[in-house]
């Protein structure tokens, strides 16, 4: 086995392109990144590190056994970090079957991969290898108003195609953990923000439409609820708990960043209004509110859409245990959060621009863009 390799899955999407250059920059080990590249993914996240000594990349899709087998067998790693997944709960709306593809189908051919190589290790390579499964607060359901957090032992209960599938790759991470012995860990976390994150996410969507001057669509009005945790601490978190996690331990990661969305939505507008003022932005020029009004503030462009089905009320996250066991705290809060993340997508204008043609997938088959 290989002591020092971490395998990372979906290392090219918005939270994996971020493990991938926290683990390049602060940890010392080799990294290999399997990576379907479906649309959310996307190499040029990984530009920085794309030629570092200690990264190397695979494109492969975990629903393919084989191929996830032969990266076991390659590069044998003493570490997995679970992240790939198909994430957006409005296409498992449109298109449930590849969120149970990958999530599930895939999530059991990496589990059974793990286990294959558990298998071939002496007792010592055995104590220290780690699976560490990546998911979501979703499994929990909905909250009320006045419910209190989720907690590691709230029972399940999802509504979305993609949170079921989800919880489904949570329980396969459990049973592989009690009927095979893997020594699996798993992470529940909140609704994620930060840089490299795909332009059809909220906040992206906010920022992009804004600059663009197009309208700022907010699901019903705007009241569901959130956690917001800033991506950056939540890599750090997922490091620490597969480094100093207990075995078989679930661990709540959460942001203690509860926002009903429409004053998430506002606060963007404010953090725009002063690092790129609508009345300077030629985008706007020509725009009127709804009451034919020109545009000189970003929340003129806010504009209600009718709700998602089965839109969950909801989230908070108790990450006491995290907190406690592993001394893991966010470091970003609402405002400082928030306002590097509007830079970000300020000064990456290329990265996003490239999204939004379609040309970041035109080259990687490549096609000339
Ligand atoms: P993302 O959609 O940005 O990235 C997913 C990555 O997985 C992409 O690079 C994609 O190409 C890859 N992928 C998809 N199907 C694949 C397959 N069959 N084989 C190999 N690779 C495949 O997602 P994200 O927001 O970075 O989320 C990463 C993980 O974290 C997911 O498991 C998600 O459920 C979980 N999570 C996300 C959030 C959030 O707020 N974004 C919050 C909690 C948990």
Redesign the pocket.
Known sequence: MNSSTILV??????????LVHYLIQAAPHRVIN?????????LESLQAIQNHQRYQFRQ?????AEAVRSVFDEFTPQYVM???????VDRSIDGPD?FI???VV?TMNLLQAARRQLASLTTEQQSSFRFLH?????VYGSLSLSDPAFTETTAYDPHSP?SAS?AS?DHLARAWADTFGLPVLI???????GP???PE?LIPVVILKALRGDSIPVYGKGENIRDW?Y?ED?VKALYQVIMQGRVGQTYN?GGNNERRNIDLVKKLCEILDQLQPATANPALADKRDAAGQPIIRYEQLIKFVADRPGHDLRYAINSNKIQQELSWQPQENFETGFRKTVQWYLDNQLWWQRILSGDYRLERLGTAS
């Open positions: 899955t979906g290392g090219a999407g918005f939270i994996g392109s971020n399997i990576d379907k590249l479906t649309y959310a993914g996307n492969v899709d975990i629903t393919d679970h992240l790939a997944a198909e994430s957006h590849a593809q990958t999530n895939g990546v998911s979501t607060d979703e993609y989800k790759s992470t529940n976390c909140s609704n994620n923000y490299y994150q795909f996410k945790l991506v939540h990661i």
